[in-house]
């Protein structure tokens, strides 16, 4: 059974940080592409960021400068440093990991940013 475990959402103010978590079981994800979208209320899901198996990044434009994407492939962990946090940025956070056959997605983890 494959899962995604996400961990470190929650309530931070306007200007604030929080680091999301997100664990996949199975060795084979460290081979693949990770990453975060994220759904606010009302709106599509959108793709915050994404990393490669060797380390290539990529960023919605709305998040470059403030957010951090990495991952340990040791742990098959990939990461989301959010820094300098807006009211904008509330949404559930769905970290991914692509394969050749599928893409599978954890349940979801809740950022609210108030101002």
């Known amino acids: 059974q494959v899962q995604l475990v996400e961990s470190g959402g929650g309530l931070v103010q306007a200007g604030g940080s929080l680091r999301l978590s997100c664990a996949a079981s199975?060795?084979?994800?460290?081979?693949?592409?990770m990453g975060w979208y994220r759904q606010a209320p009302g709106k599509q899901r959108e793709l915050v960021a994404g990393?490669?198996?060797?380390?290539?990044?990529n960023y919605a434009d709305s998040v470059k400068g403030r957010f951090t994407i990495s991952r340990d492939n040791a742990r098959n962990t990939v990461y989301l440093q959010m820094n300098t946090l807006k009211p904008e940025d509330t949404a559930v956070f769905y970290c991914?990991?692509?394969?050749?056959?599928?893409?599978?997605w954890g349940q979801g983890t809740q950022v609210t940013v108030s101002s």
């Open positions: 991914y990991v692509q394969t050749p056959m599928t893409t599978y």
């Open positions: 199975g060795s084979i994800f460290s081979i693949h592409p």
């Open positions: 990393i490669s198996s060797g380390g290539r990044t």
